[in-house]
């Protein structure tokens, strides 16, 4: 009988391209993975797939060929340095939303077989709303949406959350504020992007903090290298350091099976809802 083990599913998303999504993903499951859990951490933007290439790693087989049936996902799987395990997207392939029902069976088989395996998996969406976007940050127990300091990315979090509150009845979203220059920068974000769903929308959003803009980034960039590990003195590390300590007091639902199955069912279920 499979056990029922629990897993958080958490979709990082922002509306709009260069907030630095992909960063905080890898790097927030990088700190995760310092503070005991296991992640897997799947690159969900199938258009322009980048987690490999943040990490230094090569993978050998990505989500297309376990779709093609030429593997298993265990084969997909790539362990970074430091233990963090990735499902590497492939670039310009289609997207999930085009799967055939026996592909979508598929899936749903692969992701539970490692259920037992994993604490977290971190999705990182691809940028902007596109269907796949919603499909994968919908099917999620928690939404982590990434704003930076520019008025496009406020009013595309906006578009994002007001598209999924208003046609999916999603109402509880969490908010980073991304390379910012003080913590009240952070803060005024934040206030900005309330006062507008405050005013139209009945949503709650709640501020888990600030990720301060840090040349270190751009440095651990070029080493392929999370900046958690390459500079863990760091500005930023320290910030995404108290960040996974904030993901870690989370609340993982309970439920009669594990949420990684809630998950993959949830993302078939709406894929076929087009």
Same mark, same amino acid.
């Given at each position: 009988?499979?056990?029922?083990?629990?897993?958080?599913?958490?979709?990082?998303?922002?509306?709009?391209?260069?907030?630095?999504?992909?960063?905080?993903?890898?790097?927030?499951?990088?700190?995760?993975?310092?503070?005991?859990?296991?992640?897997?951490?799947?690159?969900?933007?199938?258009?322009?797939?980048?987690?490999?290439?943040?990490?230094?790693?090569?993978?050998?087989?990505?989500?297309?060929?376990?779709?093609?049936?030429?593997?298993?996902?265990?084969?997909?799987?790539? !362990?970074?340095?430091?233990?963090?395990?990735?499902?590497?997207?492939?670039?310009?392939?289609?997207?999930?939303?085009?799967?055939?029902?026996? !592909?979508?069976?598929?899936?749903?088989?692969?992701?539970?077989?490692?259920?037992?395996?994993?604490?977290?998996?971190?999705?990182?969406?691809?940028?902007?709303?596109?269907?796949?976007?919603?499909?994968?940050?919908?099917?999620?127990?928690?939404?982590?949406?990434?704003?930076?300091?520019?008025?496009?990315?406020?009013?595309?979090?906006?578009?994002?959350?007001?598209?999924?509150?208003?046609?999916?009845?999603?109402?509880?979203?969490?908010?980073?504020?991304?390379?910012?220059?003080?913590?009240?920068?952070?803060?005024?974000?934040?206030?900005?992007?309330?006062?507008?769903?405050?005013?139209?929308?009945?949503?709650?959003?709640?501020?888990?903090?600030?990720?301060?803009?840090?040349?270190?980034?751009?440095?651990?960039?070029?080493?392929?290298?999370?900046?958690?590990?390459?500079?863990?003195?760091?500005?930023?590390?320290?910030?995404?350091?108290?960040?996974?300590?904030?993901?870690?007091?989370?609340?993982?639902?309970?439920?009669?099976?594990?949420?990684?199955?809630?998950?993959?069912?949830?993302?078939?279920?709406?894929?076929?809802?087009?």
């Amino acid at each position: 009988m499979k056990s029922a083990h629990p897993v958080q599913v958490i979709a990082v998303t922002g509306g709009k391209g260069g907030v630095g999504k992909t960063n905080v993903s890898v790097n927030l499951s990088t700190a995760l993975v310092e503070a005991g859990r296991r992640v897997v951490l799947m690159d969900a933007d199938l258009g322009l797939a980048n987690v490999d290439v943040l990490l230094g790693i090569k993978p050998r087989h990505t989500i297309a060929d376990l779709l093609n049936g030429d593997c298993t996902l265990e084969d997909v799987l790539v !362990e970074a340095p430091g233990g963090l395990r990735v499902v590497p997207a492939s670039s310009g392939t289609q997207s999930l939303v085009s799967l055939s029902a026996h !592909e979508h069976a598929e899936l749903v088989h692969a992701f539970t077989d490692i259920e037992d395996q994993l604490d977290v998996l971190v999705i990182d969406t691809a940028a902007g709303i596109s269907e796949a976007v919603v499909n994968f940050v919908r099917a999620a127990q928690e939404v982590l949406v990434v704003v930076c300091d520019e008025p496009t990315s406020i009013t595309d979090a906006y578009a994002l959350i007001k598209l999924l509150n208003r046609d999916y009845g999603m109402s509880r979203f969490r908010v980073l504020a991304n390379m910012v220059r003080s913590e009240q920068e952070g803060r005024n974000m934040f206030t900005k992007l309330t006062t507008v769903t405050d005013r139209f929308l009945d949503v709650a959003l709640q501020y888990v903090g600030s990720i301060p803009y840090d040349e270190s980034v751009r440095s651990a960039v070029r080493k392929q290298q999370p900046v958690f590990k390459a500079f863990p003195r760091s500005k930023s590390a320290v910030a995404i350091g108290q960040l996974a300590q904030k993901v870690l007091s989370w609340p993982v639902l309970s439920a009669p099976r594990g949420h990684l199955e809630f998950f993959v069912e949830r993302l078939v279920q709406v894929s076929n809802q087009r």
